[in-house]
T-cell receptor, first 111, second 112 residues
């Protein structure tokens, strides 16, 4: 079955800590990969995307993600989180005409 | 302003009473889609549309209908809502080939 797995459902960090959120997918072949963020009470916004080329992609607000094809992974990172990064983060894979989301990771940053 | 709008934003209804959630985009996007968001399950695709009069099932289409008579509109129809359709619903659109989807603000539906 098609699936996208996010390793942690809840993450709590202190401000200035480093962040890494795991994402693995189960498709072979060509995929397009995304990370979306949903701030409290808001709709989803695109953080970054990978289509091809450099496997290290940079997005908005200091986020980056690394595509590792051999591991079917697309992990999200940020060197130093801020209180304003408190949100739910979703990894997504576009396969054909469908966009398949992971279950999401709720990040809470303590000030 | 480029945006996806949904109405209503909040809806409480009773089992079996037909309802429609509207979605409209002003970006001339070909692709539109509906998702439902449930805790611990993320977003699951209900239906999508590649263009006018072209729709297809997503991963959880049971109990839902859609139509795409105009490019800008993609309403979601629940003919006979049931409590298990209580959820947060998002509409999204994208330009064909651009892949990045723009999401609406969401509609919180409660079926009692």
């Amino acid at each position: 079955a098609q699936s996208v797995s996010q390793h942690n459902h809840h993450v709590i960090l202190s401000e200035a800590a480093s962040l890494e959120l795991g994402c693995n997918y189960s498709y072979g072949g060509t995929v397009n990969l995304f990370w979306y963020v949903q701030y409290p009470g808001q709709h989803l916004q695109l953080l970054l995307k990978y289509f091809s080329g450099d496997p290290l992609v940079k997005g908005i607000k200091g986020f980056e993600a690394e595509f590792i094809k051999s591991k079917f992974s697309f992990n999200l990172r940020k060197p130093s989180v801020q209180w304003s990064d408190t949100a739910e983060y979703f990894c997504a894979v576009k396969r054909g005409n469908k966009l398949v989301f992971g279950a999401g990771t709720i990040l809470r940053v303590k000030s | 302003e480029a945006q996806v709008t949904q109405n209503p934003r909040y809806l409480i209804t009773v089992t079996g009473k037909k309802l429609t959630v509207t979605c409209s985009q002003n970006m001339n996007h070909e692709y539109m889609s509906w998702y439902r968001q449930d805790p611990g399950l993320g977003l699951r695709q209900i239906y999508y549309s590649m263009n006018v009069e072209v729709t297809d099932k997503g991963d959880v289409p049971e109990g839902y209908k859609v139509s795409r008579k105009e490019k800008r509109n993609f309403p979601l129809i629940l003919e006979s809502p049931s409590p298990n359709q209580t959820s947060l619903y998002f509409c999204a659109s994208s330009s064909f080939g651009a892949y990045e989807q723009y999401f609406g603000p969401g509609t919180r539906l409660t079926v009692t």
